[in-house]
């Protein structure tokens, strides 16, 4: 079943930081943490690597305000694909998962069209997606930024209907914002807020003005408890991706708490 969507969402996006241990340390502490913060209409998302999903999933399964994603899958029911992972695979343990990340992107060649058909396929599984698109480093010095993410978001809604449009969660994740990539600046809240302004203007032309508001957007890139206010009070963001920051079971919960605050 879809996750009922929240008005608020931050999901943690682990990588390969931690180790199997770590990974199941991690979720115990944050069950400790979350324990009495009871977060209005905010959700938060684990997203372990594949071995600790089942383990993970099994430590914070009676915790309500937390739900467990994978971060990758293949498009594909099943076949002859060494090393990956089918819905079917992850659909025991996750509600969840990361769509297009730049870092599969970038390692595995993962294109748009293959993007948008795995979310398509993750809707139709009961799984939400959350569909990462952004700019390179080298898009943006080449003034590309809004032709980039129109090309991903039309490309996004070439495999969606209206209702399930309403399904999917995008990410706008500049990928030279990335913690990984060490950048020497962050974006401007406010231009942010109007790269996301133009993922809902798309929405709306081909989907209407509904669908457009419904969607749910968040933001990533070096998100930390000191600036997550900065970038969930501009208008129209629902919460954040979240991955260095992330691995910290107290700095994630300041997070959660702050996008609990903002977000009614
Ligand atoms: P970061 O990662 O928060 O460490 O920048 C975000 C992401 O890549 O999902």
Same mark, same amino acid.
């Given at each position: 079943m879809l996750s009922n969507k929240p008005n608020g969402l931050v999901v943690a996006n682990w990588k390969m930081e931690l180790s199997y241990k770590g990974e199941v340390e991690a979720a115990k502490a944050i069950k400790n943490l979350s324990k009495g913060h009871n977060w209005a209409s905010t959700k938060l998302v684990i997203c372990p690597s594949y071995p600790s999903l089942p383990a993970v999933a099994q430590e914070l399964a009676k915790v309500e305000e937390i739900e467990i994603g994978a971060q990758h899958v293949h498009w594909e029911d099943k076949g002859a694909w060494t090393g990956e992972v089918s819905i079917n695979q992850i659909m025991p343990f996750a509600q969840w998962c990361i769509v297009g990340h730049s870092e599969q992107r970038r390692l595995t060649g993962l294109k748009? #069209?293959?993007? +948008?058909?795995?979310?398509?396929?993750?809707?139709?599984?009961?799984?939400?997606?959350?569909?990462?698109?952004? #700019?390179?480093?080298?898009? =943006?010095?080449?003034?590309?930024?809004?032709?980039?993410?129109? =090309?991903?978001?039309?490309?996004?809604?070439?495999?969606?209907?209206? @209702?399930?449009?309403?399904?999917?969660?995008?990410?706008?994740?500049?990928?030279?914002?990335? +913690?990984?990539?060490?950048?020497? #600046?962050?974006?401007?809240?406010?231009? @942010?807020?109007?790269t996301m302004l133009l993922l809902r203007k798309i929405v709306s032309v081909e989907f209407g003005n509904e669908a457009a508001e419904r969607m749910m957007v968040l933001y990533g890139g070096s998100i930390k408890a000191s600036n997550v206010s900065e970038y969930v009070k501009e208008p129209g963001v629902n919460g954040v991706l979240v991955g260095s920051a992330s691995t910290q079971p107290r700095q994630l919960i300041e997070i959660v708490n702050s996008v609990d605050g903002l977000i009614a």
């Open positions: 748009d #069209e293959q993007v +948008s058909k795995t979310a398509a396929k993750l809707i139709q599984h009961g799984i939400t997606p959350v569909v990462c698109l952004g #700019e390179t480093a080298e898009e =943006r010095a080449q003034d590309k930024t809004v032709e980039t993410v129109t =090309r991903q978001m039309k490309q996004l809604l070439a495999f969606m209907t209206r @209702m399930l449009m309403a399904k999917v969660v995008v990410t706008y994740e500049p990928v030279w914002a990335i +913690s990984a990539n060490n950048p020497v #600046e962050l974006p401007d809240p406010a231009d @942010m807020a109007g």
